[in-house]
Structures are given as structure tokens and as C-alpha cells.
């Protein structure tokens, strides 16, 4: 139980004799022998349940056991086993053979003394049989003997002695634990450990030295650990850390401390065996981060997994986290405009995207882009060359075989400049004035270099100069004084 639990909190009462029998559905089962020694106050199953599994079930529910050569089959409650003259029903935690034309056969009984208190003895048990007129004859045999004491005499094995009395308790580091309970029988010779001594591997040892156990063990988070850490022996000093409680293996019994732990909030988990533990989790901004973790030394809470901490200290999922934009916070869904782009704030990353209607221009009209506008607008395509040379802006497909790129940006200049042709009486008697709509590239970043889309999924990689103005400008080869 932990500090401040009830018995009720797990479905238990508190009574005066919780020790008494049965306790447990195993408890009811023909070759279990409950043990039930000295009355002790404690949690118990109510009146009319059983325990099974660690919970509280109805007698009704308690499933039976029958043993087999090196185990114990286990039956659900209504299953029915097959035996040589009719059928038995698991009912209430034990097989009702009521319906079976068999000669009703006892249990055996208990073994007798052993022939021989060392060396190899024997001892026997037997079992009676009987039945009606019309049931077959008893199968199997009513008498079974088997060896006993199998000890050297006069000699002992490891470092035990010989005593008249062998059987006295504790006998084993196994009769330190709470949870067993060792109880004094007839004296029988045989060998033992010396006093202040108990039985370990076959082997005399204090009981300072004795291991421990979790598979007997009433630690109440022990469901809470690994299946190899379950079937582990721990030597004596061994300790297990849960959260901020640590239990120590001491004479054979696992003691813990009790302290009050701090309470997780919602989202968080508790992290952290031993204050040198490096417990991490992961904040708003390490969503898509994948070495993005945030650690700390110590025990403590953590976001649980798929969870982040936000700007607030909660731990939310992505769908909750806030984006963090220049020193400024965006709530989760929010939706802002920056620049030309509109952006809004998913997953806790900034997502944007161009602003601008769809615009799909007429026959004879271009998409332009204006100098300082974000969205390009119609334009009538300049046809006039009587019109002045500028830059224009079409948005256009561009291909390349079997590769293609959609709507791109294409700057280009258009219109007409000044020329004329004047005749002068002198050489060379002609002088020509002759200017063209000629460019100017961006002096940062003359070409941009794009990566067109294959139908076989492959890129076919292209270059496009930059326009960054149009002018008037001296001809190539237009002065006619050459000529």
C-alpha cells in the first residue's frame, strides 16, 4: 500500500483476521494446502471474492487447477475436463465430478514418516476407493512409495551439520520474507545450518548475506518493472529506485522508503531513478528537430511521448504547441500576414504561403508584376513600338523535353527606342543614332537555377538570367559608317 492509500482504493476491506482462509482462488484448489497462521490485521478481498490475478474477483469467477507431471493446467470457470468414466466442471474454483460414473477416489493422503532419518529411507501415502453397483472398477494404484532422506550419514553436504532435529525454523532465507510464513512441525532429523545461520544454494550462510526476491515481494509498483528485473536475484545491499522511493535487499526482504512523491501534472511522467539521471523531453520548437532534446540531471517530471512543453510550461501536443517568430508568440491556428506571404502558426512551425488570388488573364493580356506590389496584375501585352522600353513579368510553363516546371516568373523587356539616320556632307557622310530595349541583370544574382520535374521522376536542371530593368541602349553593330 502506498502512504495515504485505503483499502478501499483497491477494492479491499480492512479486517481484523486478513490472513484467513482461503484468501486467493489458488486457495481452494484440491492440492494447495493454505497456510494461515497467527491472525493479522490488514486489506481483504470482500465477503464472497477471492484474489486472482492481484484483483478481487466473485468465487464464481475463480478459475480451477488441475496439476499435470511438472506443472499446473489451469481451467476457466464452466470448462470441462475430460476423465476416463464422465466429465468434471470447473465450479467456484474446483472440479464438481458429481455426473461422473466413476468409483468416487479420495485425495491421497499425507506421506508417512520416513524408514530412515539418514541415508536413502522411504515413506508411502495411499488413497481409498469406492462406488456403486454399476460403476467399472478403480483405475490406477491406491498406493505409491517413493525414497526420503536422501542425506549421507553420517556426513552433511556444504558446511551443515547433523541434528535430531533438522526441521526447526527459519530454515531457509526464503523463511525471512514477510509474505512466507514458517511453521514448526514434529522434529526430524536430518541436516541443518548452526544457529544464526539459514539454507542458500545448498549452502549455511547469515542471514545478512541472504538474497531477495521480487517474485514473492509486496512492493506495491512491482508490476511496474521489467520482466528481467522480476526473475533477478539481488544480492544482499542490491537497491531498486521507483521515482523518488528506493528499496534495499536486507536479510532476504526488500525495504522501502515511503516518501511522498511529487505529483505529475497532466501530459507528464514521472523520469529519473537516481539523482544522477539525465531525464529529457522535448519543447514547442523541437517538434521537427530530431536531435532537439532538452535535458537535465536529476528526478523530476517530463512530457510524455508525443507530448511538448510549451512557452507556458504545460506539455501539449503538436496540434496545441505556439510558433515563436522574432521574439514574438503566435497561439496554435493563428493567422498572420508578413510581407507578401500569408502565414499561420501549425504544429508550432511557421507555415506561409503567397497571399495572392488566383489570376487568370484574358486573350491579349499578360500577368505583370509592378514595382512594390505583392500580386501581379492583367496587363494588355504591348504591341505598340511606339511604347517605351520597360521590364515586364509573365508567369509561364517551362519545359524541356519530357521535364516541366509550372508557374514561373519571367521577366523580359519590351518596347521601342529612338533611332534615326542622318546624312552629313562629309565622311562618312552618314551618322546613325540607333538604340534597342535592352536589360540589366541583378548584379547580387544574375541567374537563378530551378530543377524541372521529369515524368520519370528524375530533374532536369535549367538556368533563367534575372531581369532587374529594362533601358535604351546603344545597338550592337549599329553604326553604319562601317558599312
Not at 502558426?345 to 488570388?357: E, F, H, M, Q, V
Amino acid at each position: 500500500m502506498c502512504p495515504g492509500e485505503l483499502c478501499e482504493d483497491r477494492g479491499k476491506e480492512f479486517v481484523s483476521c486478513a490472513n484467513h482462509c482461503p484468501r486467493t482462488c489458488t486457495d481452494l484448489w484440491d492440492h494447495v494446502q493454505c497456510l494461515q497462521g497467527i491472525c493479522k490485521p490488514g486489506c481483504r478481498c470482500p465477503k464472497g471474492q477471492l484474489l486472482q490475478d492481484s484483483h478481487c474477483v466473485p468465487v464464481s469467477e475463480c478459475r480451477c487447477g488441475l496439476p499435470s507431471s511438472n506443472h499446473t493446467v489451469e481451467y476457466q470457470p464452466g470448462d470441462r475436463v475430460a476423465v476416463p468414466c464422465g466429465n468434471c466442471m470447473c465450479v467456484n474454483g474446483t472440479f464438481d465430478c458429481s455426473d461422473s460414473r466413476c468409483l468416487e477416489i479420495s485425495l491421497w493422503s499425507m506421506w508417512s514418516k520416513c524408514s530412515s532419518s539418514c541415508g536413502v529411507g522411504q515413506r508411502t501415502r495411499s488413497r481409498n476407493c469406492g462406488g456403486t453397483m454399476h460403476s467399472p472398477s478403480c483405475e490406477g494404484e491406491n498406493m505409491q512409495t517413493e525414497e526420503c532422506n536422501q542425506v549421507p550419514c553420517p556426513g552433511c553436504p556444504g558446511n551443515q551439520i547433523f541434528s535430531s532435529c533438522a526441521n526447526v525454523c527459519p530454515r531457509s532465507c526464503s523463511d525471512l520474507q514477510s509474505e512466507m510464513e514458517c511453521r514448526q512441525q514434529v522434529c526430524e532429523p536430518g541436516c541443518h545450518c548452526t544457529p544464526g545461520k539459514v539454507l542458500q544454494d545448498e549452502m549455511c550462510v547469515l542471514p545478512e548475506e541472504c538474497r531477495c526476491s521480487l517474485l514473492n515481494s509486496s512492493i506495491p509498483w512491482i508490476t511496474n518493472i521489467s520482466s528481467e528485473d522480476w526473475q533477478e536475484d539481488y544480492t544482499a545491499g542490491a537497491t531498486i529506485d521507483h521515482r523518488c522511493n528506493t528499496c534495499v535487499c536486507q536479510r532476504g526482504v526488500f525495504h522501502c522508503s515511503e516518501s511522498d512523491c511529487e505529483e505529475c501534472r497532466e501530459g507528464e511522467i514521472w523520469s529519473g531513478e537516481t539523482a544522477d539521471f539525465l531525464r529529457c523531453e522535448r519543447s514547442c520548437q523541437d517538434v521537427y528537430s530530431v536531435m532537439g532534446l532538452n535535458c537535465t540531471s536529476g528526478q523530476g517530471c517530463v512530457c510524455e511521448a508525443g507530448r511538448y512543453r510549451n512557452s507556458s510550461g504545460q506539455c501539449v501536443t503538436a496540434a496545441y504547441c505556439e510558433c515563436i517568430v522574432s521574439d514574438n508568440i503566435y497561439p496554435p491556428g493563428f493567422e498572420w500576414e508578413d510581407g507578401c506571404e500569408r502565414c499561420q502558426c501549425l504544429n508550432g512551425r511557421k507555415i506561409c504561403s503567397t497571399g495572392c488570388p488566383s489570376l487568370n488573364c484574358q486573350e491579349g493580356y499578360v500577368k505583370v508584376e509592378d514595382l512594390g506590389k505583392c500580386c501581379p496584375v492583367c496587363r494588355k501585352q504591348v504591341t505598340d513600338v511606339s511604347a517605351t522600353c520597360q521590364r515586364f513579368t509573365e508567369i509561364r510553363n517551362i519545359s524541356k523535353g519530357q521535364c516541366q516546371l509550372t508557374n514561373v516568373a519571367v521577366s523580359s523587356c519590351k518596347g521601342s527606342c529612338h533611332s534615326h539616320v542622318q546624312v552629313i556632307p562629309e565622311e562618312p557622310y552618314l551618322h546613325s543614332v540607333c538604340e534597342c530595349c535592352s536589360y540589366r541583370l541583378d548584379p547580387k544574382s544574375p541567374v537563378r537555377f530551378m530543377n524541372l520535374e521529369c515524368e520519370n521522376g528524375n530533374v532536369e536542371p535549367v538556368v533563367l538570367p534575372i531581369i532587374q530593368s529594362c533601358e535604351c541602349s546603344s545597338c550592337q553593330g549599329g553604326e553604319y559608317s562601317g558599312r
